[in-house]
């Protein structure tokens, strides 16, 4: 248990060094070595806990949440997450981020999306919280061996003589070091979401203000908004199976405008008035878990829409330079 304990300090020391240069790469390798300190952990306290019940004092009792147990000792990060969370050892908030900043980890690492914007600040956040979340844990069991070497990044902080259940507090201590000395500002977080959100915003508006002004039509910003889902869904399997038995047939234009004008739409209006009273609302939040979360939430809810306007937008601009061309007689 205290070589466990030790390679921890190690990586969760690494993981500061990393994020303490403040930019997007270093901050991509901070937020995966927090993210994997902090799930080797989780697993350890489902083992303590699968331990717990099978001495000869508890092997007799039935638990409710056995299957719950189970699944927090497999491969998924999520049942490790709500375990704990059902056992209070994690707060509604705590556990809530840990699962936002664990999908960022996934997408950086298997997707290749960068979040190259909001990566250093949120590998701090994500580093601040498991240092609290890590130096909660007291381990049920300790061993010892006189051969066992620990990492030298960790005797720096536990000392060459880190023998003895007293390992636990220093433990403990080592984690709260790291976490204050990381200087995590809920500000930082909140401004770097803020402002990231501003530019997804205007670029959008600046998208819907083509689509509007700059296509081979005319038309006001809610109407390139149902046009442009309308363009989308009426060459998918789900725009013809909506038309089928309702569509009496005709041009492919026709067509188009009969989605628009009868496919229930969530988006029906220009949402920019509404995303800008988002950010507003974000760039007020002052708990970085609510901030986080108003920001995930908006990112995913508008993902479609945003997919929609972008590929309009592209249209109208190939549109442009068609026009262009022809001018000049190319």
């Known amino acids: 248990m205290l070589v466990f304990l030790a390679h921890a300090i190690e990586q969760l020391d690494l993981a500061a060094e990393h994020i303490s240069k403040g930019d997007p ?4 390798f901070g937020l995966m070595l927090t993210d994997n300190v902090l799930e080797l952990v989780l697993h350890q306290m489902a083992k303590d806990e699968q331990r717990e019940r099978t001495n000869f004092l508890n092997r007799e009792k039935t638990y ?3 299957s719950d147990l189970r699944a927090a000792l497999g491969r998924h990060f999520d049942a490790k997450v709500s ?5 209070n050892k994690l ?3 705590e556990a809530e981020s840990i699962t936002i900043c664990h999908s960022y980890r996934n997408e950086v690492y298997h997707i290749g999306l960068h979040h190259q914007d909001i ?3 949120l590998a701090r956040f994500y580093f601040y919280l498991a240092c609290g979340v890590l130096g909660r844990y007291k381990a049920n069991t300790m061993s010892y061996s006189p051969s066992m070497v620990l990492p030298e ?3 720096k902080y536990l000392g060459s003589k880190a023998i003895g259940f007293h390992v636990f507090d220093e ?3 080592v984690c709260l070091t790291l976490q204050e000395g990381i200087s995590f500002e809920s500000c930082n977080l909140v401004s770097s979401l803020a402002d990231h959100m501003t530019e997804i915003i205007e670029q959008q508006d600046i998208g819907v203000g083509m689509i509007a002004t700059a296509g081979p039509r005319q038309m006001t910003r809610d109407e390139a908004i149902v046009e442009s889902q309308a363009w989308r869904l009426a060459f998918k399997e789900e725009g013809k199976k909506f038309a089928t038995g309702k569509w009496s047939g005709g041009s492919v234009l026709d067509f188009v405008n009969w989605i628009g004008a009868n496919y229930p739409f969530k988006n029906r209006r220009d949402p920019i008035p509404s995303w800008q009273k988002r950010e507003q609302s974000l760039r007020l939040e002052k708990n970085p878990h609510k901030a986080l979360k108003k920001y995930k939430d908006f990112m995913t809810q508008t993902e479609n829409i945003r997919d929609v306007i972008e590929e309009s937008h592209l249209q109208v601009e190939m549109y442009i330079d068609e026009q262009i061309d022809r001018m000049r007689g190319k």
Do not use: K
């Not at 375990?83 to 056992?87: L, M, Q, V, Y």
């Open 25 to 28: 790469n270093n901050a991509r």
């Open 64 to 66: 409710a949440d056995e």
């Open 83 to 87: 375990f704990f969370r059902s056992h």
């Open 91 to 93: 707060s509604a908030e």
């Open 119 to 121: 990566l250093p600040a």
């Open 153 to 155: 990044r960790a005797l």
């Open 171 to 173: 433990y403990q201590s």
